[in-house]
């Protein structure tokens, strides 16, 4: 099985929509993160989280939203999906034994998202 | 604003060339360095990691990392088909999140 799992793969959606994307994790990682990629503009930082109780905000989190239900679980959420959120949604894991080889980061297979 | 630049291609070589894929960072306090490789579609996967100015090799890839100057390098030798991708340089201070370049893509005609 997959160590890092994203759910759904592909979704479309209607303008105006609430979506959650989900990612779960078998690695014991504390760390865990949401980007997207767009063509051309390479992968961006969306939100991250260090532990359960430590959310922030990345590069471009304007119009989206996360949760952290456990150590396994984060979730990202766009609460009135908009067209140019279209894009493919990754999710990725790290460590935190404080060293520096412990910021290696895993990613889950992708969730490709079409706001229509 | 830190940033990671990188070529974005296309890196045309010949099937068997030395391909040298180069990142430059702008944060000096960086301190751990990656490069990932993506296939269309897929999820980026880690190749090489690398810590210390010098090389490391792994296979037919080579990292290079010369701080002083802030770059970072892969070679990949003896290059296949099965190579062409996008390939992604990571760069990170100890602790936080990766800043990712945009990604070189490389074509290994055969």
């Known amino acids: 099985d997959a160590d890092v799992t994203q759910t759904p793969r592909n979704r479309i959606t209607k303008t105006g929509k609430r979506i959650m994307l989900e990612c779960s994790q078998t690695?014991?990682?504390?760390?865990m993160y949401w980007y997207r990629q767009d063509p051309g503009l390479g992968l961006r930082l969306i939100y991250y989280s260090f532990d359960v109780k430590d959310i922030n905000k990345g590069e471009i989190s304007d119009g989206y939203s996360v949760s952290r239900q456990a150590q396994a679980k984060f979730s990202l959420s766009l609460e009135s999906a908009i067209p140019n959120q279209t894009a493919l949604y990754f999710c990725a894991t790290s460590d935190s034994t404080g060293t520096i080889t412990a910021d290696t980061q895993y990613f889950g297979p992708g969730t490709r998202l079409t706001v229509l | 604003q830190k940033e990671v630049e990188q070529n974005s291609g296309p890196l045309s070589v010949p099937e068997g060339a030395i391909a040298s894929l180069n990142c430059t960072y702008s944060?000096?306090?960086?301190?751990?360095f990656f490069w990932y490789r993506q296939y269309s579609g897929k999820s980026p996967e880690l190749i090489m990691s690398i810590y210390s100015n010098g090389d490391k090799e792994d296979g037919r890839f080579t990292a290079q990392l010369n701080k002083a100057s802030q770059y970072v390098s892969l070679l990949i030798r003896d290059s296949q088909p099965s190579d062409s991708a996008t390939y992604l340089c990571a760069v990170s201070r100890a602790g936080t999140a990766l800043i990712f370049g945009k990604g070189t893509t490389l074509s290994v005609s055969s």
């Open positions: 690695k014991g990682h504390d760390r």
């Open positions: 944060d000096r306090g960086s301190q751990s």
